[in-house]
């Protein structure tokens, strides 16, 4: 079974200010996670994904995440906020190598501040 | 040139009624999903279909019942609706079941009265 816990419904920031939004999983195999960002009154839309390759993985529009084994974690950043970033964001995990389900995390609303 | 597209894209509905929302992908794809994203903007996979097989069936009540008519389209058919289906349902796609990028549709957003 997998789980995915994202720490803060609501993170707000500054535009300019570093983004940091956290997610931690629960895998007994060894996981596949995503990030996809839900803009208001819109689908969700892949901002990057692990897929056992580097650990480091670089996403759309600037935003990249870092896979931690140790830490269980895969937190999401981008130096820089944008207004645009605005949105919710959603982290999901998937067992590899299997009939693949994603399994979300509950979201957190970046707002950017002027 | 929508890659997913659902239909219709609001629902207004009384309790005790039965809709259907469609979905469609032209990507070509072998595998498509339903979600459903409560008020609370949680979001959880409700079926899935594999070259028209159902491949994953969460525990959703009965009357909720998927159709794949071909690989391209997959319908979801809700009988006597109630308050608490009332959340926006999300359909997605992806190449097959082992292949780990969704790509999901504008969502139907249903609301019981």
């Known amino acids: 079974a997998q789980s995915v816990t994202q720490l803060g419904s609501h993170v707000s920031v500054s535009e300019g200010a570093l983004v940091l939004l956290r997610c931690n999983y629960s895998?007994?195999?060894?996981?596949?996670l995503f990030w996809y960002v839900q803009y208001p009154n819109q689908g969700l839309q892949l901002l990057l994904k692990?897929?056992?390759?580097?650990?480091l993985v670089k996403g759309i529009n600037g935003f990249e995440a870092e896979f931690k084994k140790s830490e269980t974690s895969f937190h999401l950043t981008k130096p820089s906020a944008h207004m645009s970033d605005a949105a919710e964001y959603f982290c999901?995990?998937?067992?590899?190598?299997?009939?693949?389900?994603?399994?979300f995390g509950k979201g957190t609303l970046l707002t950017v501040n002027p | 040139d929508t890659a997913v597209s659902q239909t219709p894209k609001y629902l207004v509905t009384q309790m005790g009624n039965d809709k259907s929302i469609k979905c469609e992908q032209n990507?070509?794809?072998?595998?498509m999903y339903w979600y459903k994203q409560d008020s609370k903007k949680f979001l959880k996979i409700m079926f899935s279909y594999n070259n028209k097989e159902l491949i994953i069936n969460e525990t959703v009540p009965n009357r909720f019942s998927p159709k794949s008519p071909d690989k391209a389209h997959l319908n979801l058919h809700i009988n006597s609706l109630e308050l608490g289906d009332s959340a926006v349902y999300f359909c997605?796609?992806?190449?097959?079941?082992?292949?780990?990028?969704?790509?999901f549709g504008p969502g139907t957003r249903l609301l019981v009265l």
């Open positions: 997605a796609s992806s190449p097959s079941p082992l292949q780990e990028t969704q790509y």
């Open positions: 895998s007994s195999v060894p996981p596949y």
């Open positions: 990507l070509g794809h072998d595998t």
């Open positions: 999901a995990v998937s067992p590899s190598g299997s009939n693949y389900k994603l399994t």
């Open positions: 692990y897929t056992s390759a580097a650990t």
